[in-house]
């Protein structure tokens, strides 16, 4: 079993709409989170952090459940630049542990 | 401020060839992680350096890489006798610093453009 396992999709939605990706870990110990948002050929750029039990930053919400060891993203009223993978990444203090990603097409 | 900087961003290079990747992290970084990419595929962690600590090789997929980091901050990796498989996006990060007792922040890892390594 992956560290940490995301649903590689792709996820096909019309402009406008409310996305969401589960992640799930598996290490016990990690504290913080992170999601990294990946365009094609370019490297991952960080786009959220995710520190204690969720975080929201304008059309974008994480959510951590520690009990069932996964986090989530929302992503609300998607636009087309939203088109992208979302990499899951996991830190359990000494090492980030990234998810295979999960891809993200916004149509028109 | 400056980013992450890698050089080259790409590379063309035949079989058997050695090739050497370069990356400037930011300024006053401490720790410095370097990536493979394949095509669609996800992330594989190689090597991490962090302070004046030994590496954690643990991610070298065989003898042929290695990886110096020079007074804390340029860090080159060597493929040596470079095969095909080799070929690859190799991505450089950095972050504040690393290990236990660090605010969760200075995990935060900021990526290079990568360098684009194709064996022929």
């Known amino acids: 079993r992956k560290e940490v396992e995301q649903d590689p999709g792709p996820f096909n939605v019309p402009e406008g709409a409310t996305v969401a990706f589960n992640c799930t870990y598996s290490?016990?110990?990690?504290?913080?989170f992170f999601w990294y948002r990946q365009d094609c050929r370019k490297e991952p750029k960080l786009l959220m952090s995710v520190y204690s039990s969720g975080n929201e930053d304008g059309r974008f919400t994480a959510q951590l459940n520690r009990a069932s060891q996964y986090i989530s993203l929302l992503i609300r009223d998607s636009k087309l630049s939203d088109s992208a993978t979302y990499l899951c990444v996991s830190d359990a203090g000494n090492m980030l542990t990234f998810g295979g990603g999960t891809r993200l097409m916004v149509k028109p | 401020g400056a980013g992450v900087s890698q050089s080259p961003s790409n590379k063309v290079t035949e079989k058997g060839k050695d090739v050497e990747l370069r990356c400037d992290p930011i300024s006053g970084h401490t720790a410095l992680y370097w990536y493979r990419q394949s095509l669609g595929q996800g992330l594989e962690f190689l090597i991490y350096?962090?302070?004046?600590?030994?590496?954690?090789k643990s991610g070298l997929p065989s003898d042929r890489f290695s990886a110096e980091r020079t007074g804390g901050s340029v860090s080159t990796l060597t493929i040596q006798r470079t095969q095909q498989e080799d070929s690859a996006v190799y991505l450089c990060?950095?972050?504040?610093?690393?290990?236990?007792?660090?605010?969760?922040?200075?995990?935060?890892?900021?990526f290079g453009p990568g360098t684009r390594l194709t064996v022929l």
């Open positions: 350096f962090q302070g004046n600590s030994a590496p954690d």
């Open positions: 290490n016990s110990a990690s504290q913080s």
């Open positions: 990060a950095s972050s504040l610093g690393s290990g236990q007792g660090v605010p969760s922040s200075y995990n935060e890892q900021f």
